[in-house]
């Protein structure tokens, strides 16, 4: 579904922040994201200036907008050719205007409009922005990233491999990469889910390439319980983990799997959350080695939700969300 190549458009972008020395005055945080209209595509995380592929009329477009996502409603839009003018004329903009503690975009928007950043802003484009008004990013597609997709060259298709709790180990990546060679175009592409991509297989193949991942211990199959689960690094590799929760998950995936349940849980070893950046719909916090609070994902409450339950063993844990209703928590 993609509607552009986003990849020189974003070798572009990245080129003029590393080159252009005034944008060495950027926060490390301040982000740029740049979406092509993909089925798989993280939607959900703010970004500090957004860039969002559609066609009107026939002509290839970019939706943008400020300190959101793409998702949002988008402010204008400028044409493909110029996303790359409209980025540096909203980073200079954002470094002319900004106080030195303002080093996010919605720092600065608290002090002023959007509608007075883009006033200030079509000044400095060559052509003005366009009015695209009532359009909106669809949202994408869940669980796409762990499988085999069409592309959209007829006859091709990619295969999405999960890493068992985001480790990909030297023979994973080494054996994926002669499969890239073998059966794609010698590409692999990471994911913001903890898995790859290999992008560019003919249909015919599909079958070989994936029970070939699977053998090296990838997990291509969203009925794998292992494929929902995160965890942070936990007590085998951080001074602040109060569990080990990389074992943990890995005892949680077989219990689940054994119920036939393939279920989002978050393990965090302590309450910063490291290894995921949005609310999962469930959380286990650690308190001590092996035991576990239970949140559930609630819109009404602060951090990972209302807590259900304290101190859980694993399988004191694992039998109470096998207990949950499917809709709520099956992914």
Request: charged content about 20%; proline content about 6%; some cysteine.
């Amino acid at each position: 579904q993609c509607l552009m190549d986003t990849r020189p458009l974003a070798a572009q972008i990245l080129d003029t922040l590393q080159g252009h020395p005034r944008f060495h005055q950027l926060s490390a945080k301040f982000a740029v994201q740049l979406d092509g209209g993909e089925a798989l595509a993280m939607l959900e995380h703010h970004h500090d200036l957004w860039l969002s592929a559609l066609e009107r009329d026939g002509q290839g477009l970019l939706a943008f907008g400020l300190a959101g996502c793409p998702v949002d409603e988008p402010l204008a839009a400028v044409a493909q050719d110029q996303g790359h003018e409209l980025l540096v004329a909203v980073l200079e903009l954002f470094l002319d205007l900004a106080r030195p503690e303002q080093t996010r975009m919605r720092h600065l928007l608290m002090d002023m409009s959007r509608e007075d950043f883009l006033a200030q802003l079509e000044p400095r484009l060559s052509r003005p922005l366009l009015n695209i008004g009532g359009w909106r990013r669809q949202a994408s597609d869940a669980g796409l990233h762990i499988g085999t997709y069409p592309q959209a060259a007829p006859g091709q298709v990619y295969v999405g491999a999960g890493t068992p709790l985001g480790r990909l180990d030297p023979a994973m990546l080494k054996g994926a990469a002669q499969l890239a060679r073998e059966y794609g175009d010698a590409s692999l592409r990471l994911t913001p889910w903890q898995s790859l991509l290999l992008p560019s297989i003919a249909a015919a193949d599909a079958p070989a390439a994936t029970a070939a991942l699977e053998q090296l211990g990838l997990l291509c199959s969203p009925q794998q319980a292992l494929a929902h689960l995160i965890a942070c690094t936990g007590s085998s590799g951080c001074g602040k983990a109060l569990a080990d929760t990389k074992s943990d998950a890995l005892q949680l995936a077989g219990l689940l799997q054994r119920h036939g349940r393939q279920l989002d849980v978050h393990l965090s070893a302590c309450p910063r959350s490291c290894a995921a950046a949005h609310v999962a719909p469930a959380t286990l916090l650690a308190v001590a080695p092996g035991r576990y609070d239970l949140y559930l994902r609630d819109a009404t409450q602060p951090g990972f939700g209302t807590l259900h339950a304290r101190n859980l063993s694993i399988e004191a844990a694992e039998a109470l969300l096998d207990a949950r209703p499917r809709s709520n928590l099956d992914a």
